[in-house]
């Protein structure tokens, strides 16, 4: 099993900055997909970025250019560096790590979340 724990949530002005982090443990081999995903109220929870173990990255269109992904591999720990924040980015951000197969998922597992408020 894999346990994610993620930090680094808070209350932000629009235009500021929060680094998320996601510290992993447990049965980790075989994770080749690390991805955060937010959810605000009312909406569907949303893919933000992620990052396979080849090091590609994909962003959502709403934050590309402003939010970064990034791991560290000998911490066991995956980032969501946050440039320019702005209110819409209000949300709670969730941590995944994915063992997937083309478009198949085999597992994934989730952390606790930890909320983002950006206020205007």
């Known amino acids: 099993q894999v346990q994610l724990v993620e930090s680094g949530g808070g209350l932000v002005q629009a235009g500021g900055s929060l680094r998320l982090s996601c510290a992993a443990s447990?049965?980790?081999?075989?994770?080749?997909?690390w991805s955060w995903y937010r959810q605000a109220p009312g909406n569907q929870r949303e893919l933000v970025a992620s990052m396979t173990s080849d090091g590609k990255t994909t962003y959502a269109d709403s934050v590309k250019g402003r939010f970064t992904i990034s791991r560290d591999n000998a911490k066991n720990t995956v980032y969501l560096q946050m440039n320019n924040l702005k209110p819409e980015d209000t949300a709670v951000y969730y941590c995944?790590?994915?063992?997937?197969?083309?478009?198949?998922?085999?597992?994934?597992?989730w952390g606790q979340g930890t909320q983002v408020t950006v206020s205007s």
């Open positions: 447990g049965s980790i081999f075989g994770i080749n997909t």
């Open positions: 995944n790590a994915a063992r997937m197969y083309y478009r198949s998922t085999i597992s994934t597992y």
